[in-house]
């Protein structure tokens, strides 16, 4: 039986302080086939300071070298107390780091400047504290992607948690529509007082064989505008498609029906029927899984320090890393996220629950080595291994590539997972 997600090293937290969000990007999980609108089955949630100090409290501060705000479907910027939580931490263990990521849109420049106070008062070693922004483009093209975020609001924050002395990177998701802005973006940066450009490879510009356009939808259900790959092949995941021509499919939706499921709160996608599927799917799925079958998995919540990192959502639920977490809390189609959600339901989501059980109480019973790590030396997908680790962390990683563009600057960004819902 293994040990892998125990305890003793426990050494960084990632934590989705909520899931609201002001923006409407087309391909987070949280809105409705590509839509600004919230999907129908989800609830808003948020950590508020009270429940951070009761599920964190000082002796999990304490083991933590670095405390990630980052998240699957919402912005940490919109927690009501991301200023209190950040203190507290503070207040408790100076060694800790704080790292999050936003789209950099909400609030106003007050709350920023205190941040940046905040955060220009903490170590200023390789463990700083840092704000990273996900800017991608400039005032003409980063609403495109970031939809509902407004750049003057997002520039003005940006410079006031830096002239606050706040230490801030910039994450460049690329696309057709903005890879001619890199140079320039990257000189905006420097100029804001930026400390690190980078450049990302987006996913979901393509499915692994062919490039794919992706759809903005609007509100009623319509195809509002395309965001497309990267012409240049260096700035795509896919340099060299196998497959030609590039796969345009998308999906309208009828408003009235979302507004039906958003009344019952159930899926658009009957999943929990479909969850049942999951071992059938993946029968039928055995041949072209082989290279799942037989992948080696290096599990990416291991630390560069060789400690372990895990993942709580907005509900207080331990899981593995930010990628299951996305896809626990999403309701994605593909066998292998179902085999997730599948696995889950037959172990059971009570044990992981911080709002019942302290989190050394989670670890100590190994509950995330029961579903997830033990599964991983199972012979097959089809007998138990876990399809989704395979596709994430094993021999061919389809996460690995996001940051290997040539304009990265500081190439040994390690300190936390590579996320790959492109926040
Ligand atoms: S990807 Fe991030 S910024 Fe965009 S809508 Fe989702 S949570 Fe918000
Ligand atoms: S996907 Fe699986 S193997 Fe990869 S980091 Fe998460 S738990 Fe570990």
């Known amino acids: ?54 599920y964190f409290p000082p002796e999990i501060i304490e083991k933590c070298e670095i405390i990630l705000f980052c998240g699957v479907h ?20 100076p060694k800790t780091a704080v790292r999050m990521n936003t789209n950099g849109g909400m609030r106003k420049p007050e709350f920023w400047k205190k941040m940046g106070e905040l955060f220009a008062k903490q170590r200023q070693d390789h463990w700083r504290w840092v704000i990273t922004w996900s800017i991608d483009g400039l005032q003409d093209t980063n609403h495109l992607y970031r ?28 696309f057709k529509h903005n890879e001619h802005q890199i140079d320039e973006a990257n000189a905006l940066s420097k100029k804001m007082g930026f400390m690190n450009f980078y450049p990302k490879k987006s996913l979901g510009v393509d499915n692994g064989q062919q490039l794919q356009r992706m759809s903005a939808m609007t509100r009623e259900g319509k195809l509002d505008y395309w965001i497309d790959p990267p012409d240049n092949p260096k700035n795509r995941n896919l340099e060299n498609p196998p497959v030609p021509g590039i796969n345009d499919q998308f999906w309208e939706f009828d408003i009235e029906h979302y507004k039906n499921l958003k009344e019952t709160k159930t899926t658009y996608n009957n999943y929990p029927e479909r969850i049942k599927t999951t071992y059938i799917v993946l029968h039928k799925e ?6 799942l079958d037989d992948a080696e998995i290096k599990c990416k919540a291991k630390t560069m320090s060789g400690g372990k990192e895990i993942f709580v ?52 019973a190994q509950h995330l080595d029961r579903v997830f790590t033990d599964s991983w030396t199972k012979p097959s997908c089809k007998e138990g291994k876990m399809a989704y680790c395979a596709n994430i962390c094993g021999t061919f990683s389809r996460v690995d590539k996001i940051y290997t563009h040539d304009k990265m600057e500081d190439k040994n960004r390690n300190w936390r997972f590579k996320d790959e819902k492109s926040e």
């Not at 409705?32 to 009761?54: A, G, Y």
């Not at 996220?337 to 670890?363: A, C, I, P």
């Open 147 to 174: 939809r509902n975020v407004v750049w003057e609001n997002l520039m003005a924050n940006a410079q006031a948690y830096i002239d606050a002395g706040g230490f801030a990177d910039w994450d460049y998701l690329i």
């Open 286 to 291: 055995h041949k072209d899984n082989k290279h």
């Open 313 to 364: 959502d907005n509900f207080g639920r331990v899981m593995p890393c930010c990628y299951i977490g996305t896809h626990l809390n999403g309701t994605h189609s593909d066998s292998h996220s179902l085999q997730l959600h599948y696995e889950m339901n037959k172990y059971g989501w009570e044990g992981f629950d911080l709002n019942k059980h302290t989190l050394k109480e989670v670890l100590d």
């Open 74 to 93: 919402g912005d940490p910027g919109m927690a009501k107390d991301l200023y209190e939580i950040c203190e507290y931490i503070a207040e408790t263990n």
């Open 1 to 54: 039986m293994n040990n892998f997600f125990n305890y003793n090293e426990l050494s960084q937290l990632h934590i989705e302080l909520t899931n609201a969000c002001n923006a409407a990007c087309p391909m987070c999980t949280r809105f409705h086939v590509n839509s600004p609108l919230v999907r129908p089955d989800l609830t808003i949630d948020q950590i508020t300071i009270e429940k951070f100090k009761k």
